[in-house]
């Protein structure tokens, strides 16, 4: 079974700086997708970035970007120019390649993300 | 203009209760999930539906029955509640189909037990 391992339960990044979480997984498949789930105290689970395994290319979305090392079983998640807005729980989560009602979401236990302004 | 909606968002109720949570997605998917997260925030898959079919059952208690009457819906509903049920349950949906389609989760619904 997969499991996915955020080492960092809380983190904290002043304002317009740029902070890294960390995420490892352990899978014996060699194609499957990652995921970065925000949850901000709204309670909401809001995608903020994904990754499929088959490409080498680093994802990116604005101020955020991943880290992918497949090797390695690495898949940080970078935010510049951190925001107040930014602070949330945030979750790395890793989906087999499987469809038909198998793609099930292996969440981490997240990190607690602060800002300060 | 939701696209997966839960209601109810809270829901406090007395243990040895039954109850129910429905959900529904206007997206077009047709695999839906329910997951728990429990008060440490950790998020485990509990269910999924593909076209009205259960997929996924994760050692989950027989109390808790899921009810798919057509792939737009998904409901839970849970017999004698107990304390370890409070919990957040999220709803969620995803075009089974597509490689890669992430899930698209509802706001949540908090039980409390008491």
């Known amino acids: 079974a997969q499991t996915v391992t955020q080492s960092q339960p809380e983190m904290s990044v002043q304002e317009a700086e740029t902070v890294t979480l960390s995420c490892t997984y352990d899978?014996?498949?060699?194609?499957?997708?990652l995921f970065w789930y925000k949850q901000p105290p709204s309670r909401q689970m809001i995608l903020v970035i994904r990754q499929e395994a088959y490409k080498q290319q680093n994802a990116t979305e604005n101020r955020f970007s991943v880290n992918f090392q497949k090797a390695a079983k690495s898949f940080s998640l970078k935010i510049s120019d951190s925001q107040l807005g930014d602070a949330a729980m945030y979750f790395c989560?890793?989906?087999?390649?499987?469809?038909?009602?198998?793609?099930?979401?292996?969440f981490g236990k997240g990190t607690k993300l602060t800002v300060n302004p | 203009d939701t696209a997966v909606s839960q209601t109810p968002k809270y829901l406090v109720t007395q243990m040895g209760n039954d109850k129910s949570i429905k959900c529904e997605q206007n997206l077009g998917h047709d695999t839906m999930y329910w997951y728990k997260q429990d008060s440490k925030k950790f998020l485990k898959i509990m269910f999924s539906?593909?076209?009205?079919?259960?997929?996924i059952n994760e050692t989950v208690p027989n109390r808790f029955s899921p009810k798919s009457p057509d792939k737009a819906h998904l409901n839970l509903h849970i017999n004698s509640l107990e304390l370890g049920d409070s919990a957040v349950y999220f709803c969620?949906?995803?075009?089974?189909?597509?490689?890669?389609?992430?899930?698209?989760f509802g706001d949540g619904t908090r039980l409390s037990i008491l």
């Open positions: 969620a949906s995803s075009q089974g189909w597509t490689i890669g389609e992430p899930q698209h």
């Open positions: 539906y593909n076209n009205k079919e259960l997929i």
């Open positions: 989560a890793y989906r087999s390649i499987s469809q038909g009602g198998s793609e099930k979401l292996v």
């Open positions: 899978t014996s498949e060699s194609d499957y997708y």
